[in-house]
């Protein structure tokens, strides 16, 4: 049954699920831009200034807004003046419907599945029915998720990056079955990719320590933890959450890689190496990072070890190859083995900026300075506010007399360097020369 109405459901929602321009009022365009930009309490403080006036022709977005915030009554308020001018709202009927059955009001339910011409809809056959008898509370809520999970598989990207939607869908989920454990956790995940924390925080807290989702649940808390900024704040939590669940390696690993993106590489190189000690999933990759963090505090020795520890268990890794080998280049090292490396990283990932800036590198060491300015400009294109990039290419049109060229990106490198660059220094230097010849 799924499967029939799938294509009707995309095509039904993404052209009726519009909302209607209103006025240029201030009101209208401040709460038009917090829904955009999913700021839902945004909006409904923008409506409850404006309960007196009529602000907006329709009043979608203040109806998600309500859903997904979970203030049901304020909702349910809001669909009934949306049914006064529209009748046929699909998402003010859902509201509706789902207080309905909440309600055990069957014969609104009966009611409401009807248009105005007296015609029954697909989208709430699929939802609320099975041969004409209303479905069972986790059913219900089923198809409402089914209809989140689905649009992961649509082409429509407008559709599919819809979150609001995506949300009002899953919350409706939640609403008819607050049992429905998947349900919360896809409204985590949603809420963890538009970067509402608290609020997906507040969501994963809900499922129980006896389901299955619970220690993915957990995982993306202390994830979503490491992205704040109070460092302490952020620390204490993760540690919290991973000596709860059993030192759990996905955990300890997040708690790694938030020391090691935090610049605290000991700490960070500490867990590594527990990880490796104790034959984690995926060692191949915990030997590239602890070689990162050793990389980073200055130890090559410790570095390259790890590097060729990690490329022994797997050999074809591009960012492994291209750490090691732009390691190697920088110490004019193994110059010709390296090459041999970062063309073949290059072979398997030619999107990687930091690949091909290292292969051109290798070009320049090799001597072969016009392919280096031509792969190293290719990188620029890409990302043109790289400091160590320009730097580069400084470096590599100096070498072909271009001195005034050199100059120019050299100076372009030095403004946009940061202390953790550690290319500043050596610019004032080569600049330094430069104007003194």
């Not at 000596?243 to 993106?261: P, S, T």
């Not at 007399?401 to 230097?429: C, G, S, V």
């Amino acid at each position: 049954m799924i499967k029939n109405y799938k294509a009707f459901i995309y095509l039904y929602i993404f052209l009726f699920s519009k909302t209607i321009l209103a006025s240029n009022s201030a009101s209208f365009l401040i709460s038009q831009t917090a829904f955009n930009n999913y700021d839902f309490a945004q909006v409904l403080h923008e409506y409850s200034v404006n309960t007196n006036e009529d602000y907006k022709y329709d009043y979608l977005d203040e109806l998600i807004s309500a859903v997904v915030t979970e203030n049901i009554i304020l909702a349910e308020k809001i669909a009934k003046k949306i049914l006064i001018t529209n009748p046929d709202s699909q998402e003010a009927k859902l509201v509706s419907m789902v207080k309905a059955y909440n309600s055990k009001n069957e014969s609104e339910i009966h009611a409401l599945r009807l248009d105005s011409a007296g015609n029954k809809n697909n989208l709430y056959e699929f939802i609320f029915f099975l041969n004409d008898t209303i479905k069972t509370q986790s059913s219900i809520s089923n198809s409402l998720l089914e209809i989140v999970r689905s649009s992961y598989a649509t082409t429509d990207d407008n559709y599919s990056h819809n979150y609001n939607f995506l949300l009002f869908y899953t919350t409706l989920s939640i609403l008819i079955n607050n049992e429905n454990y998947e349900a919360l956790y896809i409204k985590g995940q949603l809420l963890q990719l538009i970067e509402d924390y608290f609020f997906a925080e507040a969501t994963y807290l809900k499922i129980p320590e006896n389901n299955n989702l619970f220690l993915d649940a957990q995982r993306n808390i202390a994830f979503n933890s490491s992205e704040e900024n109070v460092f302490n704040d952020a620390e204490n939590k993760i540690i919290e959450i991973v000596k709860k669940n059993n030192q759990d390696f996905e955990l300890k690993k997040i708690l790694a890689d938030f020391y090691r993106v935090k610049k605290k590489y000991n700490l960070a190189i500490n867990i590594y190496s527990e990880l490796i000690k104790n034959n984690s999933n995926d060692i191949w990759y915990i030997f590239y990072l602890r070689g990162i963090c050793y990389e980073q505090s200055d130890n090559w020795q410790k570095a390259e070890k790890d590097f060729l520890q990690s490329l022994q268990l797997k050999s074809n890794s591009p960012n492994v190859l291209n750490y090691l080998a732009y390691g190697w280049i920088e110490r004019d090292m193994k110059i010709d083995e390296s090459f041999v490396m970062l063309t073949d990283a290059y072979n398997a990932n030619p999107d990687s900026h930091y690949i091909l800036d290292s292969l051109a590198w290798a070009y320049f060491k090799k001597k072969d300075f016009v392919k280096a300015a031509e792969l190293m400009e290719e990188v620029i294109d890409m990302v043109p506010g790289e400091a160590i990039s320009l730097d580069h290419l400084g470096d590599i049109y100096f070498a072909m007399n271009r001195k005034r060229e050199a100059a120019y990106f050299w100076k372009q490198a030095k403004d946009l360097a940061t202390p953790e660059d550690k290319i500043i220094e050596k610019i004032e230097i080569k600049l330094r020369k430069y104007n003194a010849s």
